[in-house]
């Protein structure tokens, strides 16, 4: 019990640094937008829910690469077939330093970010229209630390699919909002050794 207690302390002091050293070398970020809105670039675009984890680690300070996986269901209008999108693949992210030319630290508990993807993955409308295929994207964010180790992020992307099917390219500009967690391998490991 000693140990179960000690290592919760541990794990939750571990949740705790500062708040520059989230995004450093050997540390995980594991995610998910909860809340898409989609202003469609094709014909029919609107509005969306999806849900998007994604893990990241990160090779480098402030370099992080990993893998996603897209599900969502969306209406133009309540009258208008739903549409079911799919995709699964690696993500890259890059977060600016203070002090970098050009950036600012907008607020004290923040970072901006570039994030970029491609995978497979596709679309299917209830009428037949459907994509499948090359699944990519790339926009800049913005994450916010709640705490020193949880970010809420807001992120606008340029998102697409090209491929099979009877639409050959879909392309939408998407606004993601979630939520980021951090943890510090360093950390993690200590936990475990001392539960051992």
């Known amino acids: 019990m000693k140990k179960l207690i000690l290592s919760g ?22 995610g998910s937008s909860l809340l898409t809105s989609n202003f469609g670039l094709n014909t029919g675009g609107g509005y969306n829910i999806a849900i998007q984890p994604k893990a990241a680690y990160f090779i480098e300070d402030n370099v992080a690469v990993g893998g996603y996986v897209n599900l969502g269901v969306s209406k133009v209008t309540n009258g208008s077939p ?12 890059y977060y600016l330093s203070p002090g970098e030319k050009g950036v600012d630290n907008l607020l004290n508990h923040g970072r901006w970010f570039f994030e970029g993807n491609l995978g497979v993955g596709g679309s299917s409308v209830e009428n037949g229209i459907s994509t499948s295929g090359l699944d990519f994207g790339v926009g800049p964010g913005y994450s916010y630390f709640i705490t020193p180790n949880i970010g809420v992020e807001g992120l606008v992307k340029y998102q697409g699919q090209a491929g099979f099917g009877s639409e050959g390219l879909n392309s939408n500009i998407t606004f993601n909002v ?12 200590d936990v475990v050794n001392d539960v051992r």
Not at 178 to 189: A, L, T
């Open 9 to 30: 302390i541990l794990a939750v002091a571990g949740l705790t640094t500062t708040a520059n050293a989230q995004i450093q070398r050997g540390n995980w970020m594991v």
């Open 178 to 189: 979630g939520f980021s967690i951090f943890i510090p391998s360093s950390k993690g490991r």
């Open 82 to 93: 739903t549409r079911f999108d799919y995709a699964v693949g690696g993500l890259g992210r």
